[in-house]
């Protein structure tokens, strides 16, 4: 290989972890962390039974129960006999194969891309892959991270490998700084309204400039989170010292000597001056203000202040028809706006803005106030620890004065697997990251945006500007760090 | 081990939607399987049934008279954007299909149909509106696909020609799957271990937790 040339942080990573490339076949590449859950894991321990295989590598493993977990007090049963089933076949696969589980009760369960970061087992430079899509959250640390299906986590449990074909490079570059009341969700949303939801197929994003050199690593994680909503299947950001501050002294991070030659080999990833994308788009995030969406896939979003698009006005007769569904379903009025449209339900949580900097943002909106009458708001911590951590700082003392459910950790109603659901009909201003038609609940209607917007509508009972919520300026590190 | 992926004609089964997502073509609360079973009856269940489990009216396009036993779905632009859930295509396989037809898909998705005897074919824009309009036109055309030739063969006697990826289509027509190979990849593998020493022991002793 030609280490002259100059790389782009991803082909850094992939040079680093081909081991072995046939004529005509994918590349073999290694993989340094696999993440397990209860949803994708099951048919891939079925099959590795079945072909007589063992887990290779039960300690490059983790899993954890999220998906279809109850979010009421751990003390009650699960209501649910399926998802009680595959919780326990989760608990009995992890035994059988010796794979660590932070399961129900363990103080580091919860979302499996919040719990990764958290113990400090997602670090720079690592392949990591998960039965899941949004696995790109861990790229934040500048690692290659995806999600991928049942049949290649059994690969992965079997060989620690997986076969792949070199992605394509696309540069994202985010410049300017963000205004007040504007956060990385609003930016991720931005982008996505810009490319579409396939934009991105067949690419890895990384995201660059100084707008993204300014988020915290949990900020940067929102972004990286909804890369695969933009259709690239990862999402990386370059290490920096941001990164390494993050990941000090983490249970999992090297530390002492270690901790030194990991750092300093971290500091080697970042693309090269003059390394080349294949692809390229720009946004000025001090244009930018917050997002919402308005439609049925994530791609379908408009800047707050904005009117529901009219089909007529579409570009071709695929693109209205679309539209058209959309609206259908969503019951908007072409050109109304979406400020005013009345919300049912609020929820704050999610692999996208379940941390802990994501629910501080919650109370500073919620402190003093009260969510609307009509408004049901559900916050839901995204690991145990991010709970626990609220729960020191009193956060769940300003959530619950101003109305809103404390619940315990899990994916809860971004995907509704857990009982926690919309009825059909209903409107949610929800921090998760997709708005596809009943994903929230069959029937369920969701506008997609950041956790400061949410809390606004909860406190307005309709969709509203966090700008104007009085004192929101004051509001520590929206904009930056 | 799955079959031998063979040429065959069928009528089609067409969709008109894009972007379809893998919430549409499984539900989420249909996920809590551990085993592949049941999945023929919940592909596009919400488009399909009412909260009761009724047919919907009018009735969605698989439920129509004449739908059953096709193994060809024409869909619009984008298809299987979403999760990673490889549910979706063993839904789709499970119903009888055998082949999708659109100008692109998800990457996962795609990888995980071809994993599961599920052709993610792509046509360019024209080639997918013609296909859509001879299918209009006389709801039971049939066409051949042929994936060693890379060909759709049309009623008319033209073909169409579409580009898999060579290692996917040697194992579809082998019959044969990916883990198969990476296992033996394992020798590679392990002489890559051994000059890239494990870079985390999730088994460690996790030292005390304390920070978000
Ligand atoms: S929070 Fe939502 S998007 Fe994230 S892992 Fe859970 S279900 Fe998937």
Redesign the interface.
Known sequence: MDQQRPRTLVEKIWD?HV??EDE???S?L?V??HLVHE??S??AF??LRE?G?TVR??????ATAD??VPTTPRGLPFL?P??A??VQ?LDANCREF???LHGIGD??QGIVHVIGP??G?T?P??TIVC???H?STHGAFGALAF??????V??VL??????Q?RPRTYEVRVDGRLQPGVSAKDIILALIARIG??GG??HVFEYRGEAIRALTMEQRMTICNMSIEG?A?AGLIAPDDTTFEYLH????APHGQAWDDAVEAWRRLPSDADATFDTSVGIDASALEPMITYGT?P?MGIPISSRVPDPAAAPDT?AR??LE?ALEYMDLTPGQAILGQPVDVVFIGSCTNG??SDLRLAAAALQGRHVAESVRMMIVPGSD??KR?AEREGLHEVFRAAGAEWREAGCSMC???NGDQLR?GQYAVSTSN?N????QG?GGRTFLASPLTAAASAVAGVVADPRLLPGIEAVAGIGGR | MPEPYRSFSSKVVPL????V?T??IV???Y??????AGLAEVLFR?WRFD?QGCFLDPLFVLDKPGMAGRNILLV???FG??????HA?WALAAWGFKAVIST?????FR??AL??GVLPISVDPETHAHLFALVDDDPDSELRIDLAEGGILLPDGTTIGFDV???AK?MLLRGT???G???E??P??E???AT?P???????E????G??
């Open positions: 680093d081991v072995a005509g076949a994918p073999v290694a340094d962390l949803v994708t099951p048919q079925t099959g072909r295989l590598h039960p300690e490059r493993t983790v998906h279809s649910d399926l998802a089933a595959q076949q010796g794979i660590p103080p580091s958290q113990l087992l670090q430079g690592m039965g899941d899509s696995t999600g991928i299906g049942t049949s290649e059994e690969m079997a060989t620690q490998a997986l076969l074909r939801v396939g197929t067949g259709g299947r002294g983490r249970p999992h896939n791609g695929s028809r679309a569904r941390r802990i620890e991010v951590e995907i509704a697997m059909p997709r596809f038609e009943g994903r069959k | 008109k939607a894009e972007n997502d919430d549409q539900p989420a609360r996920l809590k399987i551990t085993d592949k919400d909260e619009g632009a984008n954007t979403g999760s990673s859930r490889e295509p692109g898909y998800a990457d996962i990888s995980n994993k599961n990826d060579t290692f040697l799957d990916e883990i190979y990476l296992v990849k394992l590679a593998i002489a890559w271990e890239h494990a870079r985390v022991d999730t088994r460690s996790a030292r005390a937790t920070q978000v």
